[in-house]
């Protein structure tokens, strides 16, 4: 059984909703597999999670949420950069996972690339329609979450989420 999982961070309940919708539209397009909105901040990991939730109980108890400023939607590797929008990180996000990147990285290296993706899948960049997406012009996130994260994306699942603390209105 495939025991990888990631730490994702979570965007607020009106910010996910607008991305959860554009998702689901690339999705039935294209036929790719559904997901949840998320910005991974260290990603499939091989170890029972439940032995990090000490840390990340202390780490995130008085962490606040992160208001991420947008740069643009682009194209990349595929199946998992196929489609995804761009953050500029700020110091609050580089903090962040650089501590859970301290705890995480003697079991595997991780090249954090802060990102949203809106499609998984292999498909033609001449035929998105990338000029359609309107970005806000932030994101905030407003939770952490550990996801079981194996290849098949339908068996992702929750593991442990973590709300932030709210300093926006």
């Known amino acids: 059984m495939d025991r990888r999982w990631s730490v994702w961070l979570i965007p607020s309940r009106k ?3 607008k991305y959860e919708q554009i998702i689901g539209l690339y999705s039935k397009k ?5 997901f949840s909105p998320h910005l991974t901040l260290f ?5 029972e999670p439940e032995l990090t939730f000490p840390f990340f109980d202390i780490l995130l108890k008085d962490q606040n949420d992160i208001r991420l400023e947008t740069l643009n939607v682009s194209t990349g ?3 998992w950069k196929s489609l995804y929008i ?7 996000l580089k903090a962040l996972q650089s501590k859970i990147n301290d705890k995480l990285k003697i079991h595997r290296d991780y090249n954090f690339e802060p ?4 499609a998984y899948g292999s498909l033609d960049e001449e035929e ?10 932030t994101i905030r996130f407003s939770s952490v979450a550990l996801m079981h994260t194996s290849d098949d994306i339908e ?3 929750l593991i442990k989420k973590y709300k932030l603390r709210s300093k926006h209105v």
Do not use: A, C, T
């Not at 761009?86 to 609050?92: E, H, S």
């Not at 990102?115 to 809106?118: E, I, Q, T, Y």
């Not at 998105?128 to 970005?135: C, G, K, Q, V």
């Open 86 to 92: 761009q953050f500029k990180p700020n110091i609050l």
């Open 15 to 17: 910010d996910r909703s």
């Open 30 to 34: 294209y036929l790719f597999p559904k």
């Open 43 to 47: 990603g499939r990991v091989d170890i």
């Open 128 to 137: 998105l329609e990338i000029d359609e997406i309107s970005l806000d012009e």
């Open 77 to 79: 590797d595929q199946p």
């Open 115 to 118: 990102h949203m993706s809106l």
């Open 155 to 157: 068996d992702w699942k």
